[in-house]
Nanobody, 117 residues
């Protein structure tokens, strides 16, 4: 059974940082591209970032490029997202998703990030 469990969200002031983590199990993690997606209140799902299976290629949405960094550890089956210079518009539920930008499917339950002063 595929499982993706996110953690690390919270309340942070504008300009602050957070690191999100995702623990994966139930599938061959090292063979899949992995992504982070988010959903802000009242809005649709938005792709944030993707990392290739080997970690050698990383892709970011324009809205987060230069502020967020995606990591993976294939030995530990974990996926992380470092969020820096956070803005109020980054407030959303963040999900770890199995797959790349155009074909992600299963995602976890999410972790809430709230950016507010």
């Amino acid at each position: 059974e595929v499982q993706l469990v996110e953690s690390g969200g919270g309340l942070v002031r504008p300009g602050g940082s957070l690191r999100l983590s995702c623990a994966a199990s139930g599938f061959p993690f090292s063979t899949y591209a992995m992504s982070w997606v988010r959903q802000a209140p009242g809005k649709g799902l938005e792709w944030v970032s993707t990392i290739a299976s080997g970690g050698n290629a990383k892709y970011y949405a324009d809205s987060v490029n230069g502020r967020f960094t995606i990591f993976r550890d294939n030995a530990k089956n974990t996926l992380d997202l470092q969020l820096n210079s956070l803005r109020t518009e980054d407030t959303a539920m963040y999900y770890c998703a199995k797959g790349g930008r155009w074909d992600f499917g299963y995602r976890g339950q999410g972790t809430q990030v709230t950016v507010s002063s």
